[in-house]
Nanobody, 114 residues
Framework: VQLQASGGGLVQPGGSLRLSCAAS????????MGWYRQAPEKQRELVALIKRDGTTNYVDSVKGRFTISRDNAKNTVYLQMNSLKPEDTAVYYC?????????WGQGTLVTVSS
């Protein structure tokens, strides 16, 4: 499985971005998909998760601002990020969990700054 993340960039505080992660292979619809982020000198953290049944979970710091969704027909998971804050600045990674295997994308940089 290969994951290709895109959509990062520079945005002002209060702005929005949408990240996309396209997956190759046939396991996407049976995988739990997540977005993680890693800020400089911090550990990678789970930001949002969408299970194969559509159930979602978010870290408290992004609840009400970020929305994770998936399109199984396109093998793609999205992260809509609104009301962005400087503390959201990080490299964002998509992740697929299938049975006991973990797959990672290459990361896309999100910078929130004026």
């Amino acid at each position: 499985v290969q994951l290709q993340a895109s959509g990062g960039g520079l945005v002002q505080p209060g702005g929005s971005l949408r990240l996309s992660c396209a997956a190759s292979g046939s396991i996407f619809r049976n995988s739990n998909m997540g977005w993680y982020r890693q800020a400089p000198e911090k550990q990678r953290e789970l930001v949002a998760l969408i299970k194969r049944d559509g159930t979602t979970n978010y870290v408290d710091s992004v609840k009400g601002r970020f929305t994770i969704s998936r399109d199984n027909a396109k093998n793609t998971v999205y992260l809509q990020m609104n009301s962005l804050k400087p503390e959201d600045t990080a490299v964002y990674y998509c992740n697929a969990k299938y049975i006991l295997s973990d797959f990672w994308g290459q990361g896309t940089l999100v910078t929130v700054s004026s």
